[in-house]
Structure formats: structure tokens, C-alpha cells
């Protein structure tokens, strides 16, 4: 299996059959061999460097109600919360101090938070910390809007796709739902001049390898700035809270071929990673992984944006335990970095 993993090294890609043969040998060797060079693809990039995003996950309201999510339309039990402008710079100005320089402003798709409303928050931020990047994911709107958000300042768009499989998408979400309506945002997204991320949940109900490759192809083919996968984690109160979670070393084998096909990607190890399995962030650095996005938001909310359970909401998810999270990368050979962070040969003209 060596000369499939360095002839997508070579190539950044594969023909189906042969990502099939990949995605599906479980040998503890393949995945090494695999996690290992995409390691040195990262590093070759971007050196032993990660970078870190202050998430500021600042409304739980959704008007969605995808099957997956904790957050849904459906689920009453979840207690609701917005967080207003001042509550927002004062997350800024707390990560700022940690040395943060990319703020990440996450939410369900809320209605209340309009385009004026959202405007307002992005020019704020960005004329008290001039010097740093401002991520929004905050779901699908339409042209207009992204557009008068990048205009306001916004640099990034995290969107992900969940999944490029028509038939599984529709069995992960509603009927108002489309897969095409997800893409062309990312298209549009693209246009506009954001850099863009994307990305699905590995090991999601009724995912097939057949849908991952669909993945893998739509992924190289948008060619984003930005990949955000992780395993799915059910939640109780959704409709797929039975299923099992999904894998570890799925995940960290789809992290290193998505670095292989993409050697510039900037490439989360995700919060879900790290629910897991307790050292899963640093496992998806070792697999290719530069970006770790800590938790900027209140101490009283973060148990609230519950997208799925035993979330980490404590401890070194807490961005108050940053000095931890250096050294727990420390340990592995990499170094947190004060930075941007943005992507390589990026030009926002």
C-alpha cells in the first residue's frame, strides 16, 4: 500500500479504485506509513508550526433541523443563548491577550443576526484588532450577503459540506435542505475572494466509502484554503443518537490524504478529535493536522452549543488553558504560534 500513499504524495490524487484500497486497508502500517508522510508534507509547508483560532460560538439558535445536530430546530431541550456585540469584543479582547490573531464567530443559522446585525459585529472586530483574521460559520445565505460580509472585513468562510453525496445528504437532513445549495455557497464564497473551508463528518450514518470518495473528488475539485473533518459524535436528543460514533483511525487517515491531496491546506485537528480520544488532537497533528481552534466563548455558554455530546468545554478547549495546549504540542515536536495563520500563496486581491 506504500505505492498508492506516494503516488498520491507524487499525484494528489487517486483514481476511485484506488482511494477504495486505501480508505478501506486497516492495517496499523498503512495508517503510519500514511500519517507519517502526510506529517512531512505539513512541515515541508508550514514547518513544525500550528496555529491557533479563538472560536466564539455566539448563538445557538438554528432554524435547521439536520438529524445530526444538537443544536436542531426540534431539540427543546437545548437552552438557547445569543451573544450580544460587547460580549463578542470582550471574547476578542480575552483571546487577543492569550495571543490569539484569528477569531472564529460560530453559530447555528439564526435568523436574528441579519446582515446589518452581522456587519456591525465584523466592523467592530476588525477595527479593534486590525491586525487579526475574522473566520465566520455561520451557514448558507445568499450572494448579497457574503459578499457585504466580506466587504466589512471578513476574511474566511467555514462551511462545511457534510457530505458530496446527493442520496446521503438527504438522509442526514430535511427536504429544505440541498446539497447543490451547500455547493454553490462554497462557489460563491470562492468568487467573492474569501478563503474558503469545507469539510464532512467521517463515519456519519449510512456514509459508504463510495460517499467518502465523493468527498475526496468534490474537495479537490473546489481546491479550498480550508478542510474541517472529525468524527461524527451522536447526540441524545437527535434523531441518529443510537448510531455509533465514528472512527479515530478513519479520521486520522482521511486528515493525512486530504494533506496529500492538498499540500497548503490549513487542516484542523478538531474538538471532536479530542472528545474521542483524550490525546486525538495531537494524533491529528501527527496525521498531517496544522490548526487547533480552542474555545474563546463564555464559561456559561460553552456547555450550551452542545452539537453532539460529552463535548470538551473544559480544561485545554478552555482558551484560559492555552499554556497547556503549547505544551502538549510541545511534547509532539510542534510549536503554537501567534500568527494569522493564513494560507500559503494566499493573496486576498
Known amino acids: ?3 498508492l500513499v506516494l503516488k498520491l504524495k507524487e499525484n494528489h490524487f487517486l483514481n476511485d479504485e484506488e482511494f477504495k484500497r486505501l480508505i478501506e486497508d486497516e492495517r496499523e502500517e498503512t495508517l503510519g506509513f500514511l500519517n507519517k508522510t502526510a506529517s512531512s508534507v505539513s512541515k515541508s509547508v508550514y514547518d513544525n508550526k500550528i496555529y491557533i483560532r479563538g472560536l466564539i460560538e455566539f448563538t445557538n439558535y438554528c432554524k435547521n433541523d439536520c438529524y445530526y445536530c444538537g443544536i436542531r430546530k426540534s431539540n427543546s431541550n437545548a437552552e438557547r443563548y445569543r451573544l450580544n456585540l460587547e460580549q463578542i469584543l470582550d471574547c476578542c479582547e480575552t483571546g487577543y491577550n492569550l495571543g490569539f490573531r484569528t477569531f472564529v464567530l460560530q453559530g447555528g443559522e439564526d435568523g436574528f443576526f441579519t446582515d446589518e446585525k452581522m456587519v456591525e459585529i465584523i466592523k467592530a472586530i476588525k477595527r479593534n484588532y ?3 483574521a475574522l473566520t465566520l460559520s455561520i451557514g448558507e445565505r445568499g450572494y448579497d450577503s ?3 460580509f466580506f466587504d466589512a472585513g471578513a476574511d474566511r468562510y467555514l462551511l462545511r459540506h457534510e457530505t458530496a453525496d446527493c442520496e446521503h445528504y438527504s438522509r442526514l437532513h430535511p427536504n429544505n435542505l440541498s446539497l447543490q445549495n451547500r455547493m454553490d455557497c462554497l462557489y460563491n464564497l470562492k468568487e467573492i475572494g474569501f478563503q474558503v473551508g469545507c469539510g464532512f463528518m467521517v463515519g456519519s450514518p449510512y456514509q459508504t466509502t463510495d460517499s467518502l470518495i465523493k468527498d475526496l473528488k468534490f474537495i479537490k475539485e473546489l481546491n479550498p ?3 474541517g473533518i472529525g468524527p461524527f459524535v451522536p447526540h441524545n436528543a437527535t434523531p441518529f ?3 455509533e460514533q ?3 483511525n478513519l479520521t486520522l487517515k482521511l486528515l493525512s490524504i486530504i494533506r496529500l491531496m492538498l499540500p497548503n491546506v490549513l487542516l484542523p485537528a478538531t474538538t471532536a478529535l479530542g472528545t474521542i480520544d483524550a490525546t486525538g488532537r495531537e494524533k491529528g497533528i501527527l496525521a498531517g493536522a496544522n490548526v487547533v481552534m480552542p474555545n474563546l466563548s ?4 460553552r456547555k450550551k452549543y452542545l452539537l453532539y455530546d460529552n463535548k470538551i468545554c473544559t480544561g485545554d478547549e478552555a482558551a484560559e488553558c492555552v499554556l497547556s495546549l503549547k505544551s502538549r504540542m510541545n511534547s509532539i515536536g510542534y510549536e503554537v504560534v501567534t500568527s494569522r495563520g493564513d494560507y500559503k500563496n494566499y493573496n486576498k486581491e
Open 1 to 3: 500500500m506504500k505505492d
Open 130 to 132: 486590525p491586525d487579526c
Open 146 to 148: 457574503y459578499k457585504a
Open 225 to 227: 484554503h480550508m478542510v
Open 241 to 243: 443518537k443510537g448510531f
Open 246 to 248: 465514528g472512527s479515530l
Open 298 to 301: 463564555p464559561r456559561d455558554v
